[in-house]
């Protein structure tokens, strides 16, 4: 007979070819396998071969780093290619106390606040008490009877400490660390040549192989089991290897890793000391309360299982060098800045115009929005060592691009609580889609279809919806001064009107002219390409511009870019503090990417969300006689609500504006709209060309002149 086949571990399949194996025995013609105990026999056959094939392919599977299960399995598939996890992080904050020495006899010259715990949480944070620690002693002398300790960073954890000592006669000695959740990147390593010795040897961890000599003072890092660590050594090729009676001591904090942030609150839980005539002595009193510098953040988990399998065979093609885009989209999450959120890496040659010899880096940071100037200039130095010669890295500030919506809801009245409460749903779960991995990244795109889905499907009233898409983005202007600006969306603009009035801004104040003024645009008749002019309208509703300054930029509505002359401007939005205009455009498409370093956010503050009944589906109007229809195009006003435009002095708002003063936000709209008529009517929609006039007389000087600067968002 020949050999079965197994290809199916379904415990029927094995009893049955079991079975139709026994059958084709000519010993075994007349036997009942159904109701004999030959049954049973077989039952345990095909039990055991159920179970052994489970185990193979689940052990096969585990020999894989793509279909490893468990993490131990992870990270040593993931060490052989000298990939080395993330540890937990613990969250880091600086506090501020000082101590009053004026009554502590003997005075002391200088108090030291001793390494270990510091401060504790004020009470239960999140239903959990956290300790936080200093590494090293801090010591600060006494001015005037006062002690001050400012700014002391501190870390969320127990500092603790690890000793070993070398033995060779022990060939399989082991220096593992006996707790979980440690932060490797706090942690200290020191050698003395025994255990009595007074003088110690700090030794550096090394991530790789190269610039290391045989006496470099070096130790190496690999995860074990149960999210531990183990130290090894060097041995006199790649780093000084130990002596025999080698005294080695690990100092380390253990944390809780991304419980401890948003922590503000602090008490003092610390020891602090002074010496005098070689005594030490305790300090109990005069002790101020803490304040809060920076509250804490930076705390995470250890590297999860997905990303150590994303990451680990990237970083191995990488081979330590930064050449490519992915080289640097790899390298800088998983070893130089592992708060990195998002990242977006792309060559100076795809811009316009190119910059060769450069490469562009963006980084969301998980916590803010931007990063300290402290923080690139520390991730540029730390790349020079992946670099290649002559590529030179820019680390760009995060540049946002909005999406606005507009949504009209249908939802049948009889199935809905109140539209109030359909709407709340609505909007709920579109914040939701907001706030999800989908868009908060570099490279996102927004999905149109499936955001509808998402509105359609919000709750069972809902029927239908129509919803259009605006792009905007914020322009910082430069006041006083003449300036360039060019501003790019990525994405085509849609062009709805030749007659211009395509884009739309808020309002903004430029030297030569009295009046508030817009921007906007007319298209060329290739419609490839446009230029842009400022106007004026009597109320933020008008559709009755009137042109006060042309020709004072470009824009091309395929690239999507706009380019401003320059111009002197006075005043504009005030937003955070500071000035700026908005732009806002129609898409093209309306799935929206994000290209290159702008981060897709979907702007729901700014968004319209209006309930409508759908009389039909509600009973109300079967004829559809009264029925409600909705404009599938955006339409509505030349320009976008601006409210108050002022200039900055200092951290003072001065108010320049004299128009009107409409909220900056508006409210997400809960409208709902019914038909009361009972006549019939039609309702249409159609798209009107304004045709503009030109003012006289209402402006003076030029939108050229002398530059002061140009800028490119």
């Known amino acids: 007979m020949p050999l079965a086949n197994f290809s199916n571990l379904d415990f029927n399949q094995v009893k049955t070819t079991l079975k139709d194996y026994l059958k084709s025995n000519s010993n075994f013609t007349d036997y009942d396998f159904e109701g004999s105990n030959l049954s049973t026999i077989l039952d345990v056959l ?38 080395v996890p993330r540890s937990r992080k613990a969250a880091r904050a600086t506090i501020s106390f000082f101590v009053d020495a004026s009554d502590i006899t003997p005075n002391p010259v200088s108090i030291t606040l001793k390494k270990g715990p510091v401060a504790a949480t004020s009470g239960t944070f999140g239903n959990q008490s956290f300790v936080f620690s200093i590494l090293d002693d801090v010591t600060v002398p006494v001015f005037d009877g006062i002690a001050s300790f400012d700014d002391i960073p501190i870390y969320e954890g127990s500092l603790l400490s690890t000793n070993f000592t070398f033995s060779s006669r022990n060939p399989f000695q082991r220096f593992t660390l006996p707790n979980s959740g440690v ?50 050594f060097g041995d006199n090729i790649f780093g000084q290897a130990l002596e025999e009676g080698n005294f080695i001591t690990v100092n380390y904090i253990t944390s809780s890793g991304d419980s401890g942030n948003g922590v503000s609150s602090f008490q003092f839980a610390g020891r602090l000391t002074y010496t005098r005539n070689s005594v030490e002595y305790n300090v109990t009193s005069g002790i101020s309360l803490v304040t809060t510098g920076l509250q804490s953040s930076g705390g995470e988990s250890i590297e999860s299982v997905a990303s150590i399998k994303k990451y680990a065979p990237r970083i191995y093609a990488s081979q330590n060098r930064a050449l490519t885009a992915d080289d640097y989209e790899t390298l800088i999450p998983s070893r130089i800045y592992p708060e990195t959120e998002s990242i977006s890496v792309f060559g100076g040659e795809e811009l316009i115009p190119p910059q060769y010899g450069k490469v562009f880096i963006s980084i969301k940071p998980r916590f803010g929005d931007f990063l300290p100037n402290l923080v690139k200039e520390n991730i540029r130095n730390r790349l020079k060592k992946f670099s ?23 939802y049948n009245s009889n199935l809905a609580p109140s539209s109030e409460y359909v709407s709340s749903v609505v909007q709920s779960n579109a914040n939701k889609y ?57 994405n085509e603009f849609h062009i709805k009107n030749m007659g211009g009035y395509n884009i739309k801004s808020t309002a903004f104040k430029v030297a030569g002219i009295n009046q508030n003024v817009y921007i906007s645009d007319i298209p060329n008749t290739n419609r490839i390409d446009g230029t842009l002019f400022l106007f004026n309208v009597p109320s933020v ?5 009137t042109i006060v300054r042309r020709n004072v930029g470009s824009i091309n509505y395929k690239k999507g870019i706009i380019t401003i002359n320059p ?36 702007d729901i503050t700014n968004s319209n969300f209006d309930m409508v009944v759908d009389n039909i589906a509600s009973g109300l109007d079967p004829s559809a006689s009264n029925y409600i229809t909705s ?51 039609t309702t249409s929609s159609s798209t009107t060309s304004t045709t503009p006039s030109t003012s006289t007389g209402t402006s003076s ?6 530059g002061g600067g140009s800028y490119s968002y």
């Open 46 to 83: 095909a039990y055991n071969t159920y179970i052994t094939s489970y185990n193979a392919n689940m052990v096969a599977n585990e020999v894989f780093i793509d279909s490893a299960t468990l993490r131990e399995n992870v990270v040593s598939l993931a060490r052989n290619i000298g990939y």
């Open 183 to 232: 932060d490797t990147g706090l942690m200290s390593v020191t050698v003395k040549a025994n255990e009595e010795s007074t003088q110690s040897v700090k030794y550096t961890l090394q991530e790789n192989l190269f610039a290391v000599k045989s006496d470099s003072k070096i130790y190496y890092l690999q995860e074990i089991e149960d999210e531990r660590y183990e130290l090894l």
């Open 388 to 410: 290649v010669a002559g590529i030179v890295p820019e680390i760009l500030d995060l540049k946002y691009l909005y999406l606005e919506v507009t949504s009209k809801l249908y």
């Open 434 to 490: 907001s706030e999800s991995t989908e868009l908060n990244k570099y490279g996102a795109r927004f999905k149109y279809s499936k955001f509808l889905k998402i509105l359609d499907d919000s709750h069972e009233s809902i029927t239908s919806n129509i919803t259009t898409v605006e792009m905007r983005r914020d322009l910082r202007v430069v006041l006083d001064t003449f300036t360039e600006y060019q501003i790019g969306f990525g």
């Open 541 to 545: 509703n008008s559709t009755n511009p």
């Open 567 to 602: 111009i002197n401007i006075q005043a504009g939005k005030i937003k955070d503090g500071q000035p700026i205009i908005e732009l806002s455009a129609v898409p093209h498409s309306n799935d929206v990417v994000g290209l290159q370093d702008l981060y897709l956010q979907l």
């Open 631 to 681: 404009s599938s195009y955006a339409n509505g006003a030349l320009v976008r609500v601006t409210g108050d435009i002022g200039t900055t002095t200092g951290q003072r708002v001065v108010n320049v504006s004299n128009i009107s003063t409409t909220p900056t936000t508006r409210d997400v709209s809960t409208t709902t709209t019914t038909a009361t008529s009972t006549t019939s009517s």
């Open 701 to 706: 000087g030029s939108s050229g002149g002398g």
